[in-house]
Nanobody, 129 residues
């Protein structure tokens, strides 16, 4: 059973940055894509970025494309989300999720949460104006 643990969240002022980490363990050899999702207060969860663990090819939602960067350290089994230029509307619980398929082959799309079977508990990001 794949286990994912997020860290790195916190409270920052608008314009600031954070580096979120997702540590994967158990059964990681089968994982092909790891994504970051977020759930803003009172809103539905949305996908922000995903990365192929084999090729490091990534995909972003339009809302974060110029400000967020997803990367990985396969040796350490870590996936990062560097978030910069933070805005109050980026306030959310950020989750990492994993799937056994390459994100470009996921039937319903690269950032659809139903395509990801394994989830972490989340890390809170709060952005003040």
């Amino acid at each position: 059973q794949v286990q994912l643990v997020e860290s790195g969240g916190g409270s920052v002022q608008a314009g600031g940055s954070l580096k979120l980490s997702c540590a994967a363990s158990s059964g990681t050899d089968e994982i092909r894509s790891i994504a970051w999702f977020r759930r803003p207060p009172g809103k539905e969860r949305e996908g922000v970025a995903t990365i192929s663990t084999r090729t490091a090819t990534s995909y972003y939602s339009d809302s974060v494309k110029s400000r967020f960067t997803i990367s990985q350290d396969n040796a350490k089994k870590l996936v990062y989300l560097h978030v910069s230029g933070l805005k109050p509307e980026d306030t959310a619980i950020y989750y990492c999720a994993a799937t056994l398929g390459e994100w470009w082959l996921l039937r319903r799309g690269p950032l659809i949460d139903d395509e990801y079977a394994y989830w972490g508990q989340g890390t809170q990001v709060a952005v003040s104006s």
